[in-house]
């Protein structure tokens, strides 16, 4: 990990948009993407996967079987990436910190904001940037009201509700 933020610093410091080529992806939250002649592996900023959540330390068991049930009856949502992003295809990315990027997937909309669309993620506790916290609180909620994705499942937003705090 430290090489690859030795790697990452010039582009971390760019000031206009990096086009990358998504080389592959390996789960809704984490690709590989490459820029001239080296790879970089982002995960989405600011959100949290599912992937995630179901794996902290402090989830419950009921919580992990709803987690692992909604995976296994949802296998579509479990591959949203591979359906809505291409491998081989050049998108814009900013790097932010610690191996978390903007891919923005169609325009100024990022993957991120997707998947809080789409319920396959929530925001992070005290996300505080500035430029994007309103879009992705807009678009967390948007998909808590619709139902979308975890949000459908009542166990699931009990356990949300109960390890963030919400």
Known sequence: MKYLLILLTPLLFAKEPIIM???????????????KQSSYYCE?????????????KD????????????????PKLNNFAKY???VEQYYRVDFK????????????KTYSQDLLLNGLAILK?????????????????SAKMRKKGIWK????RT???????E
């Open 21 to 35: 080529k998504l080389s592959s992806i390996y789960a809704n939250d984490i690709f590989l993407l490459n820029y």
């Open 84 to 86: 809505h992003l291409h």
């Open 153 to 156: 499942v009542p166990t699931l």
């Open 125 to 141: 506790p005290n996300f505080k940037d500035e430029e994007y916290r309103y879009i992705f609180l807009k678009s967390y909620k």
């Open 97 to 108: 910190s610690q191996g978390k990027c903007l891919l923005f997937s169609k325009g100024k």
């Open 44 to 56: 989405p900023y600011g959100v949290i996967s599912i992937a995630k959540i179901k794996t902290k």
């Open 59 to 74: 989830i419950n068991p009921t919580c992990k079987k709803a987690f692992e049930d909604f995976i296994v009856k949802n």
């Open 159 to 165: 356990c949300i509700a109960e390890m963030f705090k």
